[in-house]
């Protein structure tokens, strides 16, 4: 039985809700679209928490991390924090270096977003306003989570009354044998992608080539382990301190599985679609020493990200696909994520 409900509210406007059925359990925010607790069934008949977070929502502010939240108005990074459109350039907010990343000092992790209870999920709702971080154009957003048997579905819907840029994922740390339960280097993962798009150094922006996988570590054509070639002697593993590249995927709007990830420890495994074009990985690198929910220990590698998005910096880089959306016309991505025991 599918029930969706308010399970806290604040003064301050921050609200937290629970979406459950007989398969999962998820607890979320009206703050940054926020994914707090993820609880699916482990071989044992056992539910676990599955999500790296904090114990409180309002810890977000501070977090730099970007524990399960939403990013935007574009996840991931654009070089020199400015971009052209129009014959215009935008000079951006910028909070990595000299660059911009995940919408930018005040991205959409920070927001609070009015909200739609809904009879299978929740739907969220910001307007954000024209030059919001640099960004051009009023953008009226919906993020919607919805519960389906096993699966989390994400879909995210924009429209714009300018020309601008548009790229949402949501940022959620997956720890396949529990929040709380240490390093996932053992778990295994595969990814469906014959290309990345390797970096020029450790700012993580992209050459612009797009290479193959093949003979080099970054191939998950098959699965393997996360850990067992993230210390290879190769440059992209150096320049990032291990995985966190963008996966080629194929053209935007055609659905596609793009990851499948297994815990022997708990036999949780993880199917992720996406009809976006890339998906970053991300092996969860710099996570650094953090206190989590139940005052777990969370550190470097307690957890994996699977970003589906546009690939970074793919505003400047005419060879990719491009993010800018038209005034009037609608974006739309749907991202699921499919818990089961195998």
């Known amino acids: 039985m599918m029930k969706v409900k308010m399970i806290e509210k604040r003064q301050n406007g921050v609200c937290l809700f629970e979406l459950q059925n007989d398969e999962i359990k998820v607890i979320t925010s009206n703050l940054g679209c926020h994914i707090l607790s993820v609880f699916t069934k482990d071989r044992d008949g056992n539910y676990g928490d599955v999500v790296l977070g904090y114990q409180d929502v309002e810890d977000c ?48 992790n920070q927001k609070i977003f009015n909200y739609e209870i809904l009879e299978d999920g929740i739907r969220f709702i910001y307007l954000s306003p024209d030059m ?73 922006i992209p050459t612009g080539e797009i290479a193959s996988v093949e003979g080099t570590p970054m191939d998950f054509r098959t699965e393997k382990q996360i850990g067992q070639d993230i210390r290879a002697d190769f440059e992209q593993l150096h320049f990032t301190g291990g995985y966190d590249h963008n996966y080629v995927l194929g053209r935007p709007g055609e659905k596609k ?13 993880l199917e992720a679609e996406t009809d976006c074009c890339g998906v970053q990985f991300y092996a969860g690198n710099f996570i650094g020493e953090q206190t989590g929910k139940g ?48």
Do not use: W
């Not at 052209?84 to 000299?98: C, D, F, I, R």
């Not at 060879?319 to 038209?326: E, I, R």
């Not at 016309?329 to 025991?341: A, G, I, N, Q």
């Open 61 to 108: 502010h501070k977090d730099d991390k970007f524990l399960g939240c939403i990013i935007g108005r574009v996840a991931n990074r654009i070089a020199n924090g400015e971009f052209q459109l129009n014959g215009k350039t935008y000079k951006l907010a910028v909070n990595s270096g000299p660059n911009t990343l995940h919408g930018g000092i005040n991205g959409f």
């Open 132 to 204: 919001e971080e640099g960004f051009p154009g009023s953008l009226y957003l919906k993020i919607v989570y919805r519960l389906s048997g096993n699966e989390l579905k994400m879909e995210y819907e924009a429209m714009t009354d300018q020309d601008t840029l548009i790229n949402i994922a949501n940022h959620s740390y997956f720890n396949l044998n529990g929040h709380e339960s240490g390093s996932i280097e053992g778990q295994v993962l595969q990814i469906f992608a014959d290309a990345y798009t390797p970096v020029v150094d450790s700012s993580a």
């Open 257 to 269: 599985i793009m990851a499948n990830a297994y815990c022997r420890e708990s036999g949780i495994a």
């Open 295 to 342: 005052g777990a220990s969370y550190h470097d590698r307690s957890a994996f990200c699977l970003e589906s998005q546009f690939y970074p910096n793919a505003v400047n880089e005419p060879d990719f696909p491009s993010p800018v959306v038209k005034a009037g016309d609608t974006y739309h991505t749907e991202t699921s994520y499919r818990f089961y025991l195998r």
